[in-house]
């Protein structure tokens, strides 16, 4: 995602972020009954931070250290050679077996679910895990696939003409979701 | 950014293009140590490796990382198919593109066949080797191999021992190297040194102590004995003997000399047993990289024409 100025409104800052990824953690957590078999896989690029912070939490609550994955889904995209832009190949960092696991999969906006659904291939080719369950900070709808997130940060209804940007400090150095228009 | 459909060589790339190439491969190094070693990315495509000269390796490699993302593969062997009766090689690339194939490999014994090759193509054109030209993939995995174990390739001090004249692997890794920083030094009896090859910015010795003194790896040429029309070759002994890479020579080297071999080797000619087979080697790892190179290589340039159609 390009980064627009900020013009647009914001959806979430600091704090509600920190508070929407606590709950989220919460919510993996009792719906796995703890921590066990639990990992984490996000995906590149923001996913990977909000992973990180999802596993922090667990971590605060549980005292459990889950394993964190990364997943690069370039390979897998069904719009290979058709974007503008030509996505670099980034490294698939999973080093455990997730076999019988159950996996959290997270990714910062969930909007056509084709990333997702690339995403679910990439993980079904590295083991055969017990579940998947998807974890998003943001659903602005457009759904283009059947899919659907166990865990929401925020539901943002948009348009097709606004863009939702999500930036984080790992990335861009502040904490904040905003919609934005796009440029005609 | 990658943007060529074509990879004919390293002399033609700028250093960022080499760069991409490598950092790409880095990516699918991971894809060969899954239990599933297949990414779709490819899918759909075919390959085809078309190869004028024989090659084990290098066809197998190209096969292995082609299947890897899961493109279909086809091998043609010129000893086995039309070429033997007469066929030219533009008409043997517009026959193979009019299957509607994606990909030619190509190894040639003709310096210069895979740019003709590419020019009468709309399909994508990789060098596999072309007379005593280039062999960019070769040269792109020694980097990647040098790269993996140094961290960098600038200010690296890089020997190439042979027969520097007839080969194809030493002029692209020579052009590769010195675009990425790396000080080359080229080391072969006379008759084996090409003339003008100091304008490659490479230092040259017929002292096989002198290159092996300050280097940080040297690779090792295979001596392509079927090369030599004008008894420009010493005999095999007196090769070894002179300029032999053995434990005894590697004790004037630095103690962790990175020691590189494209293959196939001629044990006791210009490589002693224990050196090829010892802790200094990186030979097979060599071969396994290669695979990884070779995707990246594949899917990079099958992308670049996608775009390019669009």
Redesign the interface.
């Known amino acids: 995602m390009a980064q627009p100025k900020a013009v647009g409104f914001f959806v979430l800052d600091k704090e509600t972020l920190a508070r929407a990824l606590t709950r989220m953690a919460h919510e993996i957590l009792e719906k796995n009954k703890g921590a066990g078999d639990l990992c984490i896989v996000g995906i590149r690029k923001r996913g990977v931070y909000i992973a990180a912070r999802l596993a922090g939490y667990i971590k605060k609550i549980e005292g459990a250290e889950i394993p964190v994955g990364t997943l ?1 889904v ?3 995209r069904d719009d ?4 503008e832009f ?1 996505p ?6 999973i080093n455990f077996d997730i076999t019988d696991k159950n996996i959290i999969l997270v990714d910062d906006v969930l909007f056509t679910g084709r990333t997702i659904r690339a995403a679910l ?2 993980l079904i ?3 055969r895990p017990k579940t998947i369950q998807l974890a998003v900070l943001i659903d602005r709808g457009h759904r283009e696939l059947p899919i659907r997130p166990d865990y929401v940060g925020k539901n943002i209804p948009t348009s097709q003409k606004q863009s939702v940007a999500v930036r984080l400090e790992e990335s861009d150095g502040v904490d904040e979701v905003l919609i934005v228009e796009k440029a005609e | 950014m990658w943007v060529k459909k074509d990879l004919l060589g390293l002399d033609d790339l700028t250093k960022e293009e080499i760069e991409f190439i490598l950092a790409t491969a880095e990516s699918f190094k991971e894809v060969s140590s899954r239990s599933i070693k297949k990414v779709p990315a490819l899918r759909g495509k075919t390959v085809v490796n078309l190869f004028y000269e024989p090659s084990t390796r290098t066809r197998v490699s190209f096969e292995v990382a082609a299947k890897r993302l899961s493109a279909d593969v086809i091998n043609i062997s010129t000893e086995t198919s039309s070429v033997r009766k007469g066929e030219t090689l533009i008409d043997t690339g517009r026959n193979i593109q009019a299957l509607n194939t994606d990909i030619i490999v190509i190894r040639h014994n003709c310096s210069g066949a895979a740019l003709m090759l590419a020019r009468h193509v709309d399909i994508c054109v990789v060098n596999a080797g072309d007379g005593w030209h280039e062999h960019p993939t070769q040269a792109l995995l020694d980097i990647f191999t040098l790269k993996e174990k140094f961290g960098k390739i600038d200010g690296l001090k890089v020997s190439i021992v042979g027969d520097i004249a007839h080969s194809r692997v030493a002029r692209s890794n020579i052009w590769g190297l010195t675009k990425l920083g790396a000080k080359v030094t080229v080391c072969a009896p006379e008759m084996l040194i090409p003339v003008g090859i100091e304008q490659m910015n490479v230092r040259v010795t017929n002292d096989i102590n002198d290159a092996l003194k300050d280097a940080d790896a040297v690779n090792v040429l295979r001596m392509q004995f079927e090369r030599d029309a004008g008894g420009a070759f010493p005999k095999q002994l007196e090769y070894f003997k002179n300029f032999g890479i053995t434990k005894e020579r590697l004790k004037n080297a630095k103690k962790d000399i990175m020691i590189m071999h494209p293959g196939p080797l001629n044990r006791g000619v210009e490589i002693a047993s224990d050196v090829a087979d010892g802790d200094n080697s990186v030979i097979l790892e060599q071969v396994t990289n290669g695979i990884a190179v070779r995707m990246a290589v594949l899917f990079l340039v099958a992308q670049a024409r996608d775009k390019n159609s669009n």
């Open positions: 690069d370039t390979l897998y290979l050679g058709l974007a030509q670099a190949v980034h490294k698939t960092e291939d990439a080719d590295l083991g």
